[in-house]
């Protein structure tokens, strides 16, 4: 299994501004996940973060948007640029404890509320 | 193209009474199946998931699913609900590789 963190748990933040939210696992791990949840929806895969190369993004997610660092097996970014309020979610990270992807279980942080006014 | 569906964004049942939550699934490879809980101000955690082998799947807190390949679903039930069983619960697929699919959700309710 793999426990992970994350930091703000929450944060109210003006419009224009940006945000950058920290994930750490307690064990290394190849892949990482950003996900968004908006209120009262499923998650959304923002992007797939891969030690040392580029984040992959999904269809309706650019990289000027949502930055993603992923410097070393257990920690990555992200920030959320130039908010509106529309950005206001939860952001999640996950992350497989193992490398073969298949019906692997993802581990999930408790989650970033962000409130954007 | 893989797809999750979950039958009711809402479900109710009395303290005590069974709880069944449903998914549907849709999958052009055999798939692997999950159904992941999320508490208030939480993130998911993983009830159970299936990937070979057994049909009828047993995970914690005493939740129980069923694949059936036939009828394309994978419901969640448990026997007799509990209060600390409200919660969102959230089926999900996947079908190789890290990319997982996730439902809707379901809001379980469980009134006294």
């Known amino acids: 299994s793999a426990v992970i963190s994350q930091k703000p748990s929450r944060d109210i933040c003006q419009r224009g501004t940006s945000l950058t939210i920290q994930c750490q696992v307690d064990s290394q791990v190849t892949m990482m996940f950003w996900y968004r949840q908006q209120p009262g929806q499923s998650l959304t895969l923002i992007a797939t973060a891969n030690q040392g190369s580029e984040a992959t993004y999904e269809s309706g997610f650019v990289i000027d948007k949502f930055p993603i660092s992923r410097p070393n097996l257990t920690f990555s970014t992200l920030t959320v640029s130039n908010m509106s309020p529309e950005d206001s979610s939860i952001y999640l990270c996950?992350?497989?404890?193992?490398?073969?992807?298949?019906?692997?279980?993802?581990?999930f942080g408790p989650g970033t509320r962000l409130l954007v006014l | 193209a893989q797809s999750v569906t979950q039958l009711g964004s809402h479900v109710s049942v009395s303290e005590g009474a069974l709880v069944l939550l449903r998914c549907n699934y849709s999958?052009?490879?055999?798939?692997?199946l999950f159904w992941y809980v999320q508490y208030p101000n939480q993130g998911l955690q993983l009830l159970l998931k299936y990937t070979t082998g057994a049909t009828l799947v047993k995970g914690i807190n005493g939740f129980e699913a069923e694949f059936k390949k036939s009828e394309t679903s994978f419901h969640l039930t448990k026997p007799s609900a509990h209060m600390s069983d409200a919660a969102e619960y959230f089926c999900?697929?996947?079908?190789?590789?890290?990319?997982?699919?996730f439902g809707a959700g379901t809001r379980l309710f469980v009134k006294a």
């Open positions: 999958s052009s490879v055999p798939p692997y």
């Open positions: 996950s992350a497989p404890p193992g490398t073969s992807g298949s019906g692997e279980t993802q581990y």
């Open positions: 999900a697929l996947n079908t190789g590789g890290f990319k997982t699919i």
